[in-house]
């Protein structure tokens, strides 16, 4: 990797600013943590720096509290999950203190007095509409709370912000910790140096989300499956019928121009040879099977790939050494129109030869659905973080870095 780590940084009792992502969500009122995951994927990183007794400040955001205080945003229950999660990882277990406020006197104060293998956690950043602005004054004051930095954020490394970018300017060394740099490895090596075939899978609403990527991916994948909505504006620009099916009617000549694109390039673009309709969008909808080529009737919607698109696409995917997945193949949230995803995320999974990545919230969530997250490589905890660097897009807060 390009940028240096936090192995590759003295953090022996220094203060070391942490930016991590604990934007989990939370109950109602914002007193209970409903699912711990991202908490979870950054505990090697703060084990890692309070085993070697430096002295942890942890920074995150938290909703969208739109730049003021909001109780139901807070991250204190997120402190006391933490603690409870890093007492079953160290002998000792871990005192984790909470900071009203991430800058002011109070803040600086209670990171002054932290001794070696404490842990401080920051309120939430995003209570000042300075952190989103990326203020150069509210750069300096998180700065001031610490002597090393470091990123273990990816979920938030496209935005520029203070805690993200800004802070860098202001303190002798910017790492990345060991969640940013498994984030990296994966989706860098997915792009730079892929094993082949190298196949990448999209799919989700629209084509407008996913041109940047498209685009850029076709300059170095092998094989292309495009399912989910997106799929039949692009089955619409082949003069197909489509029915009711979702469309961008103002994206039929760029979907045309990426088909001519793929053949130029001689990748192999597989959109669905069948659909699973409906007459309604909706779980009690009356479904029935068709073919592409025979097209949907007009009073239908198509709303999963059928099984002869779900062989097809496994063939490939089963031959791939690198696959790349973002996007769901079909409404899988509704139970009849969740086979096509399903299908795929065990196929993925059962491809052991493979590496296996994905991203996007649906992604992430059809594998955990389909109950194969545990046999994918890497599951990316950035969603529009991933996306943006499949587009091949520069992230700020990854820029921001030392480099080595």
Not at 78 to 85: D, W
Not at 281 to 299: Q, R, W
Not at 358 to 386: E, L, N, P, R
Request: hydrophobic share 40%; with cysteine.
């Amino acid at each position: 990797m390009a940028k240096l780590g936090i192995q590759d940084i003295q953090i022996d009792n220094q203060r070391v600013f942490m930016r991590v992502d604990f934007n989990v969500p939370l109950s109602e009122n914002g007193r209970f943590i409903t699912d711990d995951t991202r908490i979870r994927e950054t505990l090697p990183t703060i084990e890692y720096a309070l085993r070697r007794h430096a002295k942890l400040i942890l920074a995150s955001h938290l909703g969208r509290p739109k730049g003021k205080p909001n109780a139901t945003m807070s991250l204190r229950p997120v402190a006391e999950r933490l603690r409870m999660l890093l007492d079953e990882r160290l002998d000792s277990g871990c005192n984790v203190g909470f900071s009203p406020d991430c800058v002011g006197g109070e803040a600086e104060e209670m990171a002054s007095r932290l001794e070696p293998g404490q842990t401080l956690l920051l309120e939430n950043l995003r209570f000042h509409a300075e952190e989103e602005a990326n203020d150069e004054k509210f750069s300096k004051q998180l700065a001031t709370l610490a002597d090393v930095y470091v990123n273990d954020a990816f979920g938030s490394a496209h935005r520029a912000h203070s805690s993200t970018a800004g802070i860098t300017k202001f303190v002798s060394k910017s790492v990345a910790g060991m969640l940013m740099q498994k984030e990296l490895q994966y989706l860098g090596g997915a792009l730079e140096d892929p094993r082949r075939p190298f196949v990448a899978i999209l799919g989700g609403a629209k084509v407008s989300d996913k041109i940047a990527v498209i685009e850029n991916l076709l300059a170095k994948v092998d094989t292309l499956l495009i399912g989910g909505a997106m799929a039949y504006t692009f089955l619409k620009a082949q003069g197909l019928q489509i029915g009711k099916s979702k469309v961008e009617e103002d994206k039929l000549d760029l979907a045309k121009q990426i088909l001519a694109h793929a053949a130029s390039k001689n990748v192999k673009l597989l959109l669905p040879v069948d659909h699973v309709i409906a007459d309604k969008f909706d779980a009690n909808a009356k479904t029935d099977i068709v073919d592409a080529s025979a097209g949907v009737p007009a009073d239908y919607l198509a709303l999963d790939i059928g099984p002869k698109t779900t062989g097809l696409f496994s063939a490939e995917i089963s031959n791939a050494s690198t696959i790349v997945w973002n996007g769901p193949m079909g409404v899988f949230e509704m139970e009849p129109f969740a086979h096509g995803t399903t299908s795929i995320a065990r196929e993925v999974a059962s491809n052991a030869t493979c590496i296996s990545i994905i991203g996007g919230g649906d992604s992430v969530a059809a594998v955990h659905q389909a109950g194969v997250a545990d046999k994918i490589t890497h599951i990316s905890t950035g969603g529009g973080a991933s996306l943006e660097f499949l587009e091949g897009k520069k992230l700020p807060g990854v820029e921001a870095l030392t480099n080595k």
